[in-house]
């Protein structure tokens, strides 16, 4: 295990004030923070070889093409991909997904074909679909959730049949903290011939993911979310399945030969990497991995569940408060989702925000899901690796204060 | 633990018009109707308007959902339309928002807003402007109906 005061030691943020109270950041599924070295690493790159990449004959380019395949690599190790050329850059996990929602899906999804997702999606693992669904006039499918965002894996099994082409399923719920068993589903897929997208958003970044393992075809995920900059992200998918697909951008970089009227396209990955890419993130990315590498994932994941756990049982002493996912840490990621029918979630987040915690309110971009619980907006608190036992209790203390704020009017001290 | 500078945000005016909104009756006649929702945070307004023979506001059902800061805005502009003209409501609903974007506003104007400057925290909260608003927005929305049916 890691040692966590000496991690957020690494984390510059971590000591500011907010109304000059410690900040207590209780918000990683929106975003994480930094650790000096990814800040360095930006820093580093404009500072010491920016340059472009891939064509430059000249030093600062190949030190700078270096680097960034070099994090191209990094990533690559981290998922347990067995090449880099599977790791495509992307902006974040929403573009990674369209990516496969305007190439591979236009090509394979038919008529009368079924795209299979569950009914907590995020909406960058649910708008695309239904566009796909809408174009091609094929049929979107919902594997049903219970209350908890837990799904029956037989009924899961009957709406996987053979008309499924693709499965697109989330890994971590964003909203309940729910995990899916996405390897169990995509053995079922696989088995029928479909192929499986998993969205890795909120899974990547907090337990070991290993896409060999899970045979998927596609994982998306954000490097914002894992320590990275934002504005980088990442489409992994298995070779076969890239080589066959079409460019998603065209133009510079991604062509091999051009005449008047015809072109050629590059070799795997940047195929499907048009333009001057996003190098000083990606790199940067590669440092994020290179952090989170040296804590562990699977110590990650202990620090998480921990946290959850502890979290869940505080939650318990607030009275009147509806929190939802998983009872069983084991079956969640570190995010809890809680609403108070006294106190709208945006009322509540404000008061919190007066006492320097940092949480999330809102539909969470889980709109359908919000209306099938019958909630505007929950607020939600997300752990990662530099949050503590003690912030939590200030959040649970905060919440209740706030609560009496709003039901007796008198702040509490 | 005190809330840094909340009862600015929560002045007791505010907290006690979404404890007790005003003007929540459903009518069963009227010559403005219309609904409003930011489908953000499910903030959601429906606003009803019967005029009298001058065209001034005889009644007005105002209910909401959502935050408090929501609820009381549409309780405080019932309260602030009554009896007024559509002419005086077009006029203080530019008002209004002038004010709480913290446009600068004659001695007159601000005279004019009476109780909704008790709105004022607001102006350090942008990211609840959405939530004062969408009552005014709602209400413009229904006037401009009306004006145009």
Redesign the interface.
């Known amino acids: 295990m890691f040692d966590t005061e000496k991690v957020r030691q690494d984390f510059p943020i971590l000591s500011r004030k907010v109304?000059?109270?410690p900040l207590i950041y209780l918000d990683n599924a929106a975003t994480s923070q930094k650790p000096r070295s990814v800040i360095q690493s930006l820093t580093s790159y404009y500072e010491e070889y920016n340059s472009n990449v891939h064509r430059g004959v000249h030093s600062l380019s190949m030190e700078a093409t270096d680097q960034y395949e070099d994090a191209r690599k990094k990533v690559a190790q981290f998922i347990g991909a067995e090449e880099p050329e599977s790791i495509v850059w992307t902006r974040n996990t929403t573009e990674s997904i369209n990516l496969v929602a305007k190439t591979w899906a236009q090509r394979n999804i038919n008529a009368g074909d079924e795209i299979v997702v569950s009914q907590i999606e995020h909406h960058s693992n649910l708008v695309p679909w239904q566009r796909v669904a809408k174009q091609k006039n094929a049929t979107l499918r919902f594997i049903p959730m219970a209350n908890d965002g837990s799904i029956e894996m037989d009924v899961a099994d009957s709406i996987i049949s053979e008309r499924c082409k693709l499965l697109a399923i989330v890994q971590t719920s964003n909203s309940l903290g729910t995990i899916h068993p996405v390897k169990e589903l995509a053995l079922r897929a696989s088995s029928v011939g479909a192929k499986v997208l998993i969205d890795g958003a909120q899974s990547v970044p907090h337990m070991p993911v290993d896409v060999t393992d899970l045979n998927c075809d596609f994982l998306a995920f954000s490097g914002h979310k894992m320590l990275g900059p934002t504005g980088i992200g990442v489409l992994y998918a298995k070779r076969d399945v890239l080589e066959q697909m079409e460019p998603f951008l065209t133009g510079g970089e991604m062509v091999l030969q051009v005449s008047y009227q015809d072109a050629t396209w590059n070799e795997l990955p940047m195929r499907f990497e048009a333009g001057t890419p996003n190098i000083a993130d990606a790199i940067a990315l590669g440092a994020a991995v290179d952090y989170l590498s040296s804590l562990g994932m699977e110590n990650v994941r202990i620090h998480e569940t921990q946290l959850t756990q502890y979290a869940l049982e505080q939650f318990k002493t607030i009275e009147d408060l509806d929190v939802f996912g998983p009872t069983d840490p084991t079956k969640r990621g570190g995010i809890v989702s809680f609403h108070s029918n006294d106190?709208?979630?945006?009322?509540l987040g404000?008061?919190l925000d007066?006492?320097g915690i940092a949480i999330r309110?809102?539909?969470h971009c889980t709109?359908p899901l919000?209306t099938k619980l019958g909630?505007?907006?929950t607020a939600r608190a997300s752990f990662y690796i530099y949050n503590t036992e003690a912030e939590i209790d200030l959040l649970v203390?905060?919440v209740k204060?706030g609560l009496r704020?709003?039901n007796d009017?008198v702040?509490?001290? | 633990m005190a809330f840094h500078q909340i009862d600015a945000l929560y002045h007791k005016v505010i907290l006690e018009h979404s404890t007790q909104p005003r003007n929540t009756a459903v009518l069963s006649t009227f010559h403005v109707e219309t609904n409003g929702l930011n489908p953000f945070c499910g903030d959601e307004t429906h606003i009803q308007i019967l005029l009298d023979s001058r065209e001034r506001v005889d009644k007005i059902g105002v209910q909401t959902n959502g935050c408090r800061i929501n609820k009381a805005s549409g309780s405080m502009l019932a309260e602030a339309i009554v009896g007024k003209s559509v002419s005086e409501i077009e006029n203080l609903s530019v008002l209004f928002k002038r004010f709480i974007k913290s446009d600068l506003l004659l001695p007159h104007d601000v005279q004019v807003l009476g109780n909704l400057q008790n709105m004022e925290g607001v102006k350090n909260a942008p990211i609840r402007m959405k939530c004062v608003l969408l009552a005014w927005s709602t209400l413009d929305d229904g006037i401009c109906g009306y004006r145009n049916p």
């Open positions: 109304y000059d109270l106190v709208h979630p945006h009322d404000t008061l007066r006492q309110t809102g539909h709109m919000m909630l505007p907006a203390d905060g204060s704020y709003f009017g702040p509490s001290n």
